[in-house]
């Protein structure tokens, strides 16, 4: 027979979590090895009571024997926890459980940057994706991510996440709270991708509050539900690691791409949501100075010949031209030779 000591018992995970399943399990690149390379990787999920968050990792489907901690928190009624797996082999899969009782999932870090022939990533990028009418585009990167090895790399999603704020866009939700209850059925249905794929997001005008009328006639909900609160509790983007800020922006490398996501909403003067969408937001800080010296370091790195932007808001579209964003950044696109610039909003 075997005994537990006290002292084991009350430090063991499944002590505090054994009532709460993790759900909305999903990925994001992290770490730097401090030559720009993403060593490390973040699991981020959500249970509905408050608990330690503890993940077992490994190189190995059975053999999970390194263990990490991260951090928890909560903003409305349940709770967000990510965890940073740390140190990890380049160009490997690893496998890793929540605890107590999450799924074994897997994922593959990136390799080394490099600019060798050969070096490539593969990725699949979108905006505006939500709940309604997505099925088709979900179904497409499942198939990617389900494929052994997956398909891509990894997944860049450029803002309007879900969609959550839109109740008149969801049956039964015109008067009714579903904020956060669309939120998280969103995040559900992304599971399946980006439990195994890093998903890298950007802010999106939807993400920016909740001002659907069961918001806005509620002080407490306008308060705790603005500014894009949601969308930086509910994901950790590699901000730390490359100096931006939350999740409004930051920037990794992978293989021989320099990848960089911007705050489009908020972060330039005259930004569509510069003081506001609904709901007063912003203040995030200086984008800008951040993005050329971001860019500048990028331009000068052998190893990463290609410099990929993307945010929500388009620059150009169509035959108009979002002039205050050009006079704001394009000077620095065309200075720093970025090579693609990837946005959505326009729903064409």
């Known amino acids: 027979m075997r005994f537990l000591s006290l002292s084991a018992l009350l430090l063991a995970p499944a002590a505090f979590c054994s009532d709460s399943t ?46 990490a901690t991260g951090s928890s928190s909560s903003y409305y009624a349940t709770y967000d926890h990510h965890v940073i797996l740390s140190d990890l082999d ?109 998903w890298m997001t950007a802010p999106g005008n939807h993400e920016a509050d909740c001002h659907d009328p069961a918001c806005m006639l509620s002080r407490t909900r306008r308060d705790k539900l603005s500014n894009f609160t949601a969308y930086n509790s509910r994901f950790r983007m590699p901000s730390e690691e490359s100096g931006g800020v939350m999740n409004m922006w930051h920037s990794f490398n992978h293989g021989p791409v320099h990848f960089v996501s911007l705050d489009l909403e908020t972060g330039f003067p005259g930004a569509a949501e510069e003081t506001r969408y609904v709901l007063k937001c912003g203040g995030f800080g200086d984008q800008l100075t951040w993005l050329e010296e971001d860019l500048r370091l990028a331009s000068q790195n052998e190893d990463t010949p290609w410099i990929v932007l993307s945010g929500h808001h388009p620059m150009y579209n169509g035959g108009s031209v979002d002039r205050k964003m050009q006079a704001a950044i394009e000077p620095l696109l065309l200075k720093y030779g970025v090579d693609v610039f990837f946005t959505g909003h326009v729903h064409s």
Not at 35 to 63: H, K, L, R, W
Not at 120 to 149: E, I, K, W
Request: glycine share 8%.
């Open 90 to 198: 380049a160009d490997t899969t690893h496998y890793y459980q929540i605890l107590p009782d999450g799924p074994v999932n897997s994922f593959t870090t990136p390799p080394k940057s490099s600019s060798d022939a050969g070096s490539s990533v593969s990725f699949a990028f979108f905006g505006d994706l939500g709940l309604v009418n997505g099925d088709s585009a979900r179904a497409y990167m499942t198939t990617l991510a389900s494929a052994t090895p997956p398909a891509i790399d990894l997944v860049l999603h450029a803002g309007d996440v879900g969609y959550a704020d839109d109740s008149f866009l969801h049956f039964g939700c015109y008067l009714r709270f579903c904020y956060e209850e669309k939120w998280n059925e969103f995040m559900d249905s992304m599971e399946p991708i980006v439990s195994k794929l890093p």
């Open 22 to 67: 993790p759900t909305q399990i999903h990925l994001a690149l992290a770490g730097d090895d401090g030559s720009g390379n993403s060593n490390a990787m973040t699991v981020s999920y959500q249970t509905e009571v408050d608990c330690p968050a503890s993940v077992i990792f490994g190189t190995t489907p059975d053999n999970l024997d390194r263990t």
